[in-house]
């Protein structure tokens, strides 16, 4: 009966490993925000996954705040959503050990991520990056998440994390909520590539081909005109042969609520002259506003400090329900 009247829920979360980029904000955060009106919502800063890459401790924690400051700005609403930050809810430690008993060496070893990363971090590929995915299922797992609005790169760790829900309840009989991956249109921002390699992923770690969503505008116009384009002149989508312009006309599309027949029309006979300081000019109109609440938002610590506390009290109730479920279903004694 329970299940018939619940609202159906929806988890997911952002490492605050650097600043929210535009990437983030139209992968995910933009479908974050809409869908709280409909869906019991929780949304997390996984601090516990930054750490799995070196981070600054001072950085770390300056950034944390700065990100929950950045949801609030965005839209995210703590009277609608539970906001909080990851490392206040240990149940998510508790539950990743868990999971790792039954997920296999060979599917982590599959993970993408995990490749490009340890590639990238050479010197440092810890045992943490490599169960990264684990401590993400018992993310999602552990609000028994129905939905999961996450970028196009993270479809295979949501996927790796059903066959772990669905492993569990086929040894133990029906524990977790099988969870789906929600991913916006290609052109709304499912994946947003980088301004100076359109071949590769907008990604934090790279600051001159991505767009903070801190930017001021000066900024950001000036990282559009020297995005990459190709020596062409005109503005149509070609991912494969236009693979610059065509990012930038998604991303045009999805900061100024347009189509891409729509967009296509607009700039038809026009050059990379006037596209490109037009698609920046979108961009820092759609940023202005939650850049400017966002700064006011960060002048407020007590207000900031109440968010998070009262959302991992929140969370820390639901997570503990599943985790003792999940405790009696393996076997532990009970406390
Ligand atoms: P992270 O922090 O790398 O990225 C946060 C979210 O933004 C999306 N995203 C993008 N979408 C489109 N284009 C881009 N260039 C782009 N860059 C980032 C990502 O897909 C993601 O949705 N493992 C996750 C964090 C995480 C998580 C979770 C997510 C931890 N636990 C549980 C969902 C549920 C990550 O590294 O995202």
């Given at each position: 009966m329970e299940n018939q009247t619940r609202k159906k829920r929806v988890f997911s979360g952002i490492q605050p490993s650097g600043d929210l980029t535009l990437g983030s904000y139209m992968g995910a955060i933009k479908n974050w925000v809409t869908m709280q009106d409909e869906y019991d919502c929780v949304y997390c800063i996984v601090d516990m996954h930054a750490i799995t890459v070196r981070q600054n401790p001072a950085d770390l924690r300056r950034r944390c705040l700065e990100q929950l400051a950045q949801y609030l700005a965005c839209g995210l609403d703590p009277a609608k959503s539970i906001l909080f930050?990851?490392?206040?809810?240990p149940q998510h430690a508790e539950l990743s050990w868990i999971l790792g008993c039954y997920t296999q060496f060979g599917e982590l070893s599959r993970m993408t991520q995990f490749k490009q990363k340890s590639q990238q971090h050479a010197d440092n590929i810890t045992a943490g990056l490599f169960t990264y995915p684990v401590l993400m299922a018992a993310d999602i797992l552990l609000y028994q998440a129905d939905y999961v609005p996450v970028g196009e790169d993270q479809r295979q760790h949501v996927e790796l994390c059903r066959d772990i829900a669905q492993r569990f309840n086929g040894v133990y009989s029906e524990t977790f909520v099988l969870p789906e991956a929600l991913i916006q249109r290609v052109d709304q921002g499912a994946r947003i590539m980088s301004?100076?390699?359109?071949?590769?992923k907008m990604s934090k770690s790279d600051p001159d081909g991505c767009v903070y969503l801190m930017d001021p505008p000066e900024v950001i116009q000036r990282k559009f005109k020297r995005a990459v384009t190709d020596s062409e002149t005109s503005v149509r989508y070609d991912k494969e042969n236009k693979p610059g312009v065509s990012n930038l006309l998604t991303i045009y599309c999805a900061a100024a609520g347009k189509s891409l027949e729509e967009a296509e029309a607009e700039f038809a006979g026009q050059g990379y002259g006037v596209f490109k300081p037009a698609v920046g000019e979108a961009v820092a109109e759609l940023l202005r506003p939650m850049r400017e609440e966002a700064a006011r938002m960060m002048k407020d610590k007590a207000y900031l400090e109440g968010v998070y506390r009262e959302g991992a009290q929140r969370a820390g109730r639901l997570a503990q329900r599943t985790l003792d479920k999940v405790h009696r279903k393996v076997g532990f004694v009970a406390r």
């Open positions: 930050v990851q490392s206040h809810v301004l100076g390699n359109p071949l590769s």
